[in-house]
């Protein structure tokens, strides 16, 4: 019996200490640069919220793991000392009814703990949602659709969709970016793991949140909150630029829309076709709002929030036939001839 019973600890042992090797995966799955491999890493904060959220995370599971440790060391000593033993003779051992000093003991440690662990959340809270707006803030209006987002910047006259361009922060002169949550449809979810936690878009009930990254690059999130079909490919892409790269994009996403004599028959199949009852084109009568602004595509790395790179091919398919690389996707297939499509791609292509 006790080398079932030693078995059976040993089984246990042997599963935690799996479980926190692969919880402590993503801590070892980091490039030379600290970078993430995947870009959604929790443990490599590069903003100011994600790193109070990071270092609040630690907190907790080091309170919680002394926690366990305390359990566990008490049951294990428990286990040993009070086993069954031969010598006993298969009688009950001695009962011991309440005690007033235990009884407080483990009231008391978890109010305190509680506390403790609510105070650290609160602070933390009260920091990311209360923090003033600077004067000199990118301001973003980040809008939720089935199944991709849109981004518009007020103040720079800028819409674009699914990859979103801030500067970096420079921590002697900041330079955050606020952003307003919307959503035209059902709940989503902004989140992007390496600069902030998630924030709900909820229809009717605008939401807001900021970030800082202090370093530049490409940081990958997507929706977390289930929307429909599709939610796991409601994918999106922060760049974070340098402050010359950005001005440069800026002046880029200003600009009117490409007007290129070589692919006017691809402009006329776009304009006669119901493309432009759903997308916008700058310069253009095309001023759709259910589809993402075209005005500057072949700016973007991807299509179709994410699912696919932006590539000729890719997009000829996802004009043809979008359910072929996101099924459940609310873009209708528009059936257009082989001369048609071919034509309406190369207009596409102009548009950067």
């Given at each position: 019996m006790l080398t079932l019973r030693m078995k059976s600890s040993l089984y246990?042992?042997?599963r935690i200490a799996l479980l926190v090797f692969w919880s402590a995966r993503p801590l070892w799955a980091l490039g030379p640069d600290g970078a993430s491999a995947h870009g959604t890493n929790i443990f490599v904060p590069a903003s100011t919220p994600a790193k109070s959220i990071a270092d609040l995370s630690v907190f907790v599971l080091v309170i919680t793991g002394i926690i366990f440790l305390v359990v566990f060391a008490l049951l294990i000593y428990s286990v040993v000392k009070f086993r069954a033993r031969g010598t006993d003779g298969g009688r009950e051992p001695a009962q011991v009814y309440g005690s007033t000093q235990i009884e407080l003991a483990w009231t008391i440690t978890p109010i305190l703990i509680v506390v403790v662990l609510f105070l650290a959340t609160a602070r933390v809270i009260h920091a990311i949602q209360d923090a003033p707006e600077p004067a000199g803030a990118v301001e973003v209006i980040?809008?939720?659709?089935?199944?991709?987002?849109?981004?518009?910047y007020p103040k720079l006259g800028i819409v674009t969709a699914n990859e979103l361009h801030i500067p970096v922060s420079d921590p002697g002169h900041p330079t955050p970016t606020f952003l307003q949550l919307l959503s035209v449809d059902t709940d989503h979810s902004f989140w992007v793991p390496e600069l902030g936690g998630k924030t709900d878009l909820i229809p009717n009930h605008p939401n807001r949140m900021w970030i800082d990254p202090q370093r530049t690059g490409i940081f990958l999130g997507q929706c977390a909150q289930y929307c429909g079909t599709q939610h796991a490919k409601m994918l999106l892409r922060v760049s974070v630029d340098g402050p010359e790269d950005f001005a440069a994009w800026v002046r880029a996403q200003q600009k009117p829309a490409v007007?290129?004599?070589?692919v006017i028959a691809g402009k006329r199949v776009f304009e006669s076709n119901a493309c432009m009852n759903c997308h916008a084109v700058g310069g253009t009568p095309a001023d759709g709002r259910f589809g993402p602004?075209?005005?500057?595509?072949?700016?973007r790395a991807t299509l179709a929030a994410g699912a696919a790179e932006n590539t000729r091919d890719n997009l000829r398919l996802w004009i043809q036939d979008p359910s072929a690389i996101k099924p459940g996707a609310l873009m209708?297939?528009?059936?257009?001839?082989?001369?048609?499509?071919?034509?309406?791609?190369?207009?596409?292509?102009?548009?950067?």
């Open positions: 246990c042992l042997w980040a809008i939720g659709h089935q199944y991709w987002w849109e981004f518009r007007e290129d004599a070589g602004d075209l005005t500057h595509l072949m700016s209708p297939a528009m059936k257009l001839s082989d001369a048609d499509l071919d034509a309406v791609v190369s207009y596409m292509e102009t548009l950067n």
